[in-house]
C-alpha cells in the first residue's frame, strides 16, 4: 500500500475515532481544510511538519499516522 494512502487511512480513522471533524482538525493543525481532505484520500504527500502538526492535532505521535493497521 502508498504511504499516502496508509496515512491518510489512520488520519481518517484517528479523527473519526475521536469523533473530530476535518474542519476541527486542520483548524488545530494549522492547515486548509481541503489539504486535510487530500491527506486523508492519499492525495498529498505531507512534510514531516505538517504530519507533526497533524499529529498534535489528533493527540497522538507521527508515527501513529505512519503504522500499518
Known amino acids: 500500500m502508498d504511504v499516502r494512502v496508509r496515512v491518510g487511512l489512520n488520519v481518517l480513522d484517528l479523527r473519526r475515532g475521536r469523533d473530530l471533524t476535518q474542519e476541527e482538525v486542520a483548524h488545530r493543525a494549522e492547515i486548509h481544510q481541503t489539504y486535510l481532505s487530500d491527506v486523508e484520500r492519499g492525495k498529498r504527500n505531507p ?23
Open 47 to 69: 512534510s514531516i511538519l505538517v504530519l507533526s502538526r497533524i499529529a498534535a492535532a489528533l493527540s497522538v505521535d507521527v508515527e501513529e499516522l505512519l503504522r500499518k493497521r
